[in-house]
């Protein structure tokens, strides 16, 4: 047997100092990052959200989700191991850059993708809600490389959302195809753009349902999560991180009181969420692991992100329910275990705005 040894451990070096001459070297994929708009100006895609009376209202600005979104998103990819840029921190008149100036900002970023977050409006009466990808290019005919292959990675991850309340499926389009604004015009965002990219709208801010989830800073970071979640099937990334989230909806028994008010609403919207429940996560000991209350603004949106993966119960309503969390996926529950009472016919309806966490 003596005689074998040497041989064995040569060959066992010689195999680790092949496997070390051959180790892939680390890759950071870099993603550049541009939030839509910036502060609070008429052309910041401002909405009612609920109004009453004086002093009483509380507006919907796109550039404020799409701040949330894109800084979370931000976060969420150093975390995965990604380098990224962004266009903007803050919300403000002055974060509004110039079209070119964005794009030489993503240029100059050596970025590997181009990003760009919005959230869509109808502009009629008529509302609708389902993610729509624009990339630069004649549908199927991308003017660069890899956009169309992006935008149907992001709308398979946004359209796997289900803590929300679609009317329709996700829609990939090329700008030059969807904007009849002249041949090759398209996007001004995407015009003098040479990255592979797209612009992203999540959802529509001018579906009521949508707009109540959108005011929830932590309903941006799940649309946010599950963005990433492309982005790592893209650049065939393993992420750094191993987690997991648990998010969903929490709906009572009365009508939404936007029913009352005649607006169109899709499937369970019409009811409203629950205001201020502590919904309670426990793991697989049945430990207190976290507590999260549902905001005041009628959408019942509930998240535990950057879970480890393993088994955990919700105590929602006195009842424990086993959840399983996987890596890099979101388990979602919704919960309307109540039957729909009357339609609201109370008194109008007080909101205030919910504390902000991050
Ligand atoms: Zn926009």
Redesign the pocket.
């Known amino acids: 047997m003596k005689k074998y040894f040497l041989p064995l451990v040569m060959l066992a070096t010689a195999f680790c100092c092949c496997m070390t001459s051959q180790a892939k070297p680390e890759v950071r994929p870099r993603v550049f990052v541009n939030p839509?708009?910036g502060g609070l100006d008429s052309d910041d895609?401002p909405c009612p959200f609920y109004c009453y009376g004086m002093g009483d209202t509380v507006s919907y600005y796109?550039s404020v989700s799409?701040w949330y979104k894109g800084n979370a998103l931000v976060g969420i990819l150093q975390r995965k191991g990604y380098e990224t840029a962004i266009s903007r921190v803050n919300n403000t008149t002055e974060d509004d850059l110039d079209l070119f100036e964005i794009m030489s900002l993503a240029a100059n970023s050596g970025a590997d993708l181009f990003f760009a977050i919005?959230?869509?409006a109808t502009g009629i009466q008529r509302s609708m809600n389902a993610p729509l990808a624009l990339y630069r290019g004649f549908t199927g005919q991308p003017a660069v490389e890899g956009n169309d292959v992006i935008a149907k990675l992001m709308m398979e991850a946004l359209g796997s959302n289900e803590a929300t309340q679609w009317s329709s499926t996700p829609e990939i389009s090329g700008d030059w195809t969807f904007y009849d604004w002249g041949y090759k015009v398209g996007l001004g965002v995407l015009r003098f753009n040479k990255l592979p990219g797209m612009l992203c709208?999540g959802s529509f801010h001018d579906y009521i349902g949508e707009r109540c989830r959108l005011e929830n800073p932590d309903y941006c970071w799940l649309e946010a999560w599950n963005q990433s979640c492309a982005m790592d099937k893209y650049f065939d990334h393993e992420p750094k991180i191993q987690l997991g989230c648990i998010a969903g909806l929490l709906r009572s028994g009365e009508a939404s009181p936007y029913k009352k008010d005649g607006y169109q609403l899709y499937g369970d919207d019409d009811r409203r969420g629950k205001n201020g429940y502590e919904m309670q996560l426990f793991d697989a000991d049945k430990k207190h692991v976290a507590t999260y209350v549902t905001d005041n603004f009628d959408n019942g949106f509930y998240l535990f992100k950057n879970l480890k993966p393993g088994i955990y119960y919700l105590n929602y309503a006195g009842s424990y329910q086993e959840v399983k969390v996987e890596a890099n996926k979101v388990t979602y529950l919704n919960y309307q275990d109540f039957d729909l009472v009357d339609d609201f016919d109370g008194p109008p309806h007080r909101i205030k705005k919910p504390t902000k966490t991050e």
């Open positions: 839509g708009h895609r796109e799409n919005h959230s869509n709208e």
